[in-house]
């Protein structure tokens, strides 16, 4: 597979940006050589590159792509839009629609707040909490963006952005009890993901009660308990993971799949914390744009008029089917994600990070994008030939080991 203009292109890249390619889509978070390094585009579930191969995406953007690359009922409803004007001087009245469909969907969400990022979402949420409650410390657990009170890099972030902000591993609200004992009367919010997701690791479940334990000591000390379901949300079930394991946090932040790409996420919660929002001051120049959100309701649309969720799933469980009878077969030293939303062959960092990285640069050589230490996703276009390629090559990536 050739890959010279990737090569020639991030080289020109570095002279103009810093690193060449910043943040998460950096090569060194793949495999060098094996993985091309810019795309040139995206159809259904597949990209090309800038050398022009293609690849089965099983990627997607970190997992926007809920519908498929290129969707053209979502792309043209934005496109028209956006021909008429979208970033007005104020609010446009799909903004008010969009609300009401999240307040629909989303089993916490009495009210809605629009932001473009994730991180903006999870940002609103720990102010909005902090302003609620008129405390100031924060509990987190898990991934909830780069912004300075939660990123996990601290070089550049002044040590009192994060003096008041501690955390707890996923699935041991025993840890949670204790900080929230040691810290009583002093912490605005527990921010978690519901699904324990994190970078390098294998997706966990909750065991049983984990979420009732921490929904229930929330409750006990008076603490707004927001769920970060940038990831989860309008995937693993329509309402979310909150719906899914019948557990309901104060607020919750959406984004990725809930507009197949378009920059729009959202802030939903019980109106009584929501409306605290009022108390402090959350704007930017682009949260009320219309296009995004006309997207996000399309893709709303399509995901339960098409019943895409339960076409996802079954997706994935055959192929967690597969994969798992592959690593039988095979030995290959992996586990399986639980999740078939969230398929991810995953390798233990310390013990075989380099039979990590022959497999998954051996896949990128046979035209699949998976990410070696993130897990992926899937989409309603992803077809069985699209499937089987990405289970015949990890095969044959498994043998070659
Ligand atoms: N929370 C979770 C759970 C996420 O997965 C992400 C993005 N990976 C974020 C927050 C941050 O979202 P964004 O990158 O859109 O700022």
């Known amino acids: 597979m050739q890959l010279d203009r990737s090569e020639t292109l991030f080289e020109r890249a570095r002279e103009v ?38 690849y089965v995406d099983m990627l997607l953007g970190y997992g926007p792509i809920i519908l498929g690359h290129g969707e053209d009922e979502v792309d043209s409803a934005a496109a028209e839009y956006a021909g008429s004007g979208f970033c007005l001087n104020l609010p446009q009245p799909v903004m008010i629609e969009l609300a009401e469909r999240l307040v629909q969907l989303v089993p916490s969400a009495e009210q809605a707040l629009f932001c473009k990022t994730g991180s903006g979402a999870t940002s609103a949420a720990v102010r909005i909490a902090r302003a609620h409650t008129g405390r100031k410390e924060i509990i987190l657990c898990g991934y909830h963006g780069w912004h300075d009170w939660c990123v996990e890099h601290d070089q550049g972030v002044p040590a009192a952005a994060t003096a008041d902000v501690f955390s707890f591993p996923y699935n041991d609200a025993e840890a949670l009890a204790d900080l929230l004992r040691s810290h009583q009367g002093q912490v605005a919010a527990i921010i978690m993901t519901p699904i324990g997701h994190d970078f390098d690791a294998q997706i966990e479940v909750p065991q049983p009660g984990f979420l009732e ?15 970060d379901e940038v990831r989860s949300g309008f995937r693993v079930d329509i309402g979310g993971a909150q719906a899914l394991y019948g557990v309901t946090p104060d607020m919750t932040a ?129 077809d069985n030939a699209d499937l089987s390629r990405f289970i015949d090559c990890c095969r044959a990536s498994a043998l070659a080991l």
């Open 254 to 382: 959406l984004g990725k799949a809930m507009a197949n790409g378009y920059p729009v996420s959202a802030l939903v919660g019980r109106r009584s914390v929501m409306e605290s929002a009022d108390a402090t001051f959350i704007s930017s120049t682009y949260f009320s744009n219309g296009m995004e959100m006309v997207a996000a309701l399309k893709t709303l649309e399509v995901l339960t008029r098409e019943a895409v969720l339960e076409d996802i799933a079954a997706k994935g469980r055959a192929l967690q089917a597969e994969l798992s009878a592959l690593i039988e077969e095979t030995s290959l030293p992996a586990t399986v994600s639980p999740y078939p939303q969230m398929p991810f062959l995953h390798f233990d960092p310390q013990n075989s990070a380099e039979q990590r990285d022959r497999f998954y640069g051996a896949l990128a050589q046979a035209g699949v994008f998976a990410h070696p230490r993130h897990h992926g996703f899937l989409c309603w276009r992803h």
């Open 17 to 54: 940006i810093p690193g060449g390619i910043p943040g998460i889509r950096a090569p060194e978070n793949f495999v060098p050589g094996s993985y091309p390094i810019l795309l040139a585009g995206g159809q259904g579930g597949h990209v090309t590159d800038v050398d022009g191969n293609d």
């Open 213 to 227: 334990s921490v929904r229930r000591l929330a409750d006990e000390h008076g603490v707004v308990l927001i769920f």
